[in-house]
């Protein structure tokens, strides 16, 4: 074929409609060229609506490197069935011929540039901190889905990363779910069970442990108020008050019997203190503070 005036070719349709009789053609043998998404839809799914043009943007962003084939399941209800979509929208990625990976429901414009990035073959390392920093802005302003969503997005591009691993295991946490973060811990590879972020959920998850067996928060804070020189029952009180989370609080009171008695109990005090600086993480402002507070002790 011949293009006037030295045209180039006419790109590539990376997106169109699907059927079941062309999935063969359209996906799996194109998938062996080219990854292919397929997109599950039908005209009366309002997430559908809103999820489909974000996809085709990325797609047609992406140069090339991707193809899109739509498939209206009220139409072309075969394929769908064989892949086990009971609901909508699904989105599956194909690639040399199988499927390598995809997402159920409507996600955010930027998570499925990061989808689109990923299955072109872009290098995807440099999203990474910058997620990292989202989701830590995020916890710091409450948005805990925020912080949830960027941390899934980073594990999308690295699975193994600790940092991810450790806050999504730390929402779960916060949501009194131990079980859940038990799991989401598992995730880490062995070679990095070591690691700081990783031992710090441990060490948080080892105080919400003794929940169970600590005394009443209340009862324990009004025993202290009456003697506050009665250690033992301030120590319990900090362990309590960790057990359920708060930290902060214990860490006052570990810091308060340091202050008037360093060597307590054989330094309990300080050990303790020192788990719920590990439990916290070393960047959190309970660690920090904690720090400075009892540098100020032990140097005075």
């Not at 916890?139 to 912080?147: C, K, R, S, V």
């Not at 506050?228 to 362990?239: K, S, W």
């Not at 009171?253 to 202050?259: A, G, K, M, S, V």
């Not at 309990?268 to 540098?295: D, H």
Request: glycine share 10%; charged share 25%.
């Amino acid at each position: 074929m011949t293009f006037i005036d030295g045209a180039a070719p006419p790109a590539p349709d990376v997106v169109k409609e699907g059927s079941d009789q062309g999935f063969m053609a359209d996906v799996i043998e194109q998938s062996r060229e080219t990854p292919v998404i397929v997109d599950f839809w039908a005209p009366w799914c309002g997430p559908c609506r809103t999820l489909g043009p974000m996809l085709e943007k990325a797609v047609h962003g992406a140069g090339g490197k991707v193809r899109m084939v739509k498939i209206n399941i009220d139409e072309n209800p075969g394929v769908a069935g064989q892949l086990g979509v009971r609901s909508i929208p699904a989105v599956y990625a194909f690639d040399q011929g199988r499927p390598v990976d995809g997402f159920m429901g409507a996600i955010p414009e930027s998570q499925i540039k990061l989808f689109i990035d990923r299955l072109a073959g872009a290098d995807m390392t440099a999203e990474i901190e910058p997620l990292l920093e989202q989701a830590a802005e995020s916890i710091q302003l409450g948005d805990i889905g925020g912080a949830a969503q960027a941390y899934t997005a980073v594990l999308q591009l690295d699975p193994t990363n600790t940092k991810a691993i450790a806050g999504m295991a730390r929402i779960a946490l916060s949501a009194g779910d131990a079980a859940n973060a038990e799991e989401i811990l598992a995730m880490a590879p062995p070679e990095k069970a070591s690691d700081p972020d990783i031992a710090g959920v441990r060490a948080a998850l080892e105080l919400a442990g003794k929940a169970a067996d600590a005394g009443d928060n209340d009862e324990l804070g009004a025993q202290v108020a009456a003697n506050p020189n009665d250690h033992q029952t301030r120590f319990e009180y900090a362990e309590a008050l960790s057990a359920r989370g708060d930290l902060e609080g214990a860490s006052e009171q570990l810091l308060t019997i340091i202050e008037r008695n360093r060597d307590w109990n054989e330094g309990a005090a300080r050990t303790q203190l020192l788990k719920i600086f590990e439990a916290a993480g070393p960047m959190s402002e309970v660690t920090k503070q904690g720090r400075r507070k009892l540098s100020a002790i032990l140097f005075s």
